[in-house]
Structures are given as C-alpha cells and as structure tokens.
C-alpha cells in the first residue's frame, strides 16, 4: 500500500495482529524503514488527512500475515470531535512515531553501518523475543538504508568476531553484550 500525502483519506489502520513496516524509498530504490506498527497499535500516517502537517509520501506493508481494521477517517473525525481524548491520542501517536523517524534520520545520517545493523538486530530481538532471528541480509538493509552486498560483509565480519552466526534466512545473536556496545 501507498500513502501518498495528496492522496485519498480512507482512515486509519489499527493492526489486530501481525505487523506493518511503514518505509521510504529513495529515487536510487534504496528503502529505509521509518518504524514499525505492532498488533494493538494504530498507522496514524494512514490517515494523515486527519492533520493538516502531514506532506510526506511513505508506503505501508506487512512484512508477515497481518489482519488490520480500517476506521474510516469520517467515523474517526466524528468522534474525534466529540471526544478531545480521541485527538489527544491521534496526536501522541503521531509525536511518536515522529521521535521514531528523527531516530532513523540520526541513525542514517551519523552511525557507521555496523552500528545500525547491530541496533536493527538489537530490535529484531526484542520484536521476535528470540536470539535467533527469522530475517535476510535484504530485509536488514531495508530496514537500516543500505544494500544487502554491505550488509552482508558487515555481517560476515560480525560473524568472525564471534557477535553472530549467519544462516540461511536467519541470524543468531550469539554475544549481545558485544553487539550493542
């Protein structure tokens, strides 16, 4: 799916189970993941309609089976006014995920790239609460806004180290300590 900010305002997702990853791509084709949205949480910038601020093109997909719920955007700004706690939350939301992109931004514009890969595994781990984590060297360098031929010498460097030991489709975390130092 594609949110583009001159687009059609459906409303908002509201992720019942699974996960979305709400990303950018570059002109070069080069993906970077913004954030996640997690069972329980909401993609506020689903329905950016609802504040006037949002300029911004991003894309939405599910990375595994995921049910969402579609609030129809007229539903939502109907009880939005009616309840203050409804925008209230609409806009902590928002702040959030906000705090998440300048994250991202510092992570890519100022960290070298060992340092993103073994802060995305870090979030791999607590996300799949697992050391050994279901994820390729591709779905790495979407998620930190690299490629996966730099990612994967990073990785095999990290291995020799000792911090992780690469399989087919998956990464073991073997030393965490080391790897978020």
């Not at 009616?82 to 991202?104: D, G, M, Q, R």
């Not at 595994?121 to 979407?142: C, G, I, M, P, Y």
């Amino acid at each position: 799916m594609i949110h583009r900010s001159d687009g059609e305002c459906r409303g908002v997702m509201a992720v019942v189970s699974g996960s979305l990853r709400v990303y950018c791509v570059s002109e070069e084709g080069r993906e970077v993941t913004l954030y996640r949205v997690e069972a329980g949480d909401v993609c506020i910038l689903s329905a950016s309609c609802l504040m006037d601020s949002i300029v911004f093109d991003v894309l939405i997909e599910a990375g595994e089976e995921t049910t969402v719920s579609l609030i129809p955007s007229a539903v939502l700004h109907k009880v939005e006014l009616e309840n203050p706690l409804v925008e209230l939350y609409i806009y902590k939301n928002a702040t959030e995920k906000f705090s998440e992109v300048l994250w991202t931004i510092q992570q890519v514009l100022f960290m070298k790239i060992d340092q993103r890969i073994a802060l995305a595994l870090h979030d791999e781990r607590l996300r799949q609460k697992s050391n050994v984590l279901s994820v390729t060297h591709e779905d790495l360098a979407k998620q930190i806004g690299s490629v996966r031929e730099v990612v994967s010498k990073t990785l095999k460097y990290m291995e020799e180290e000792g911090l992780v030991r690469l399989g087919r489709g998956k990464i073991e975390i073997l030393d965490t300590g080391k790897l978020v130092v």
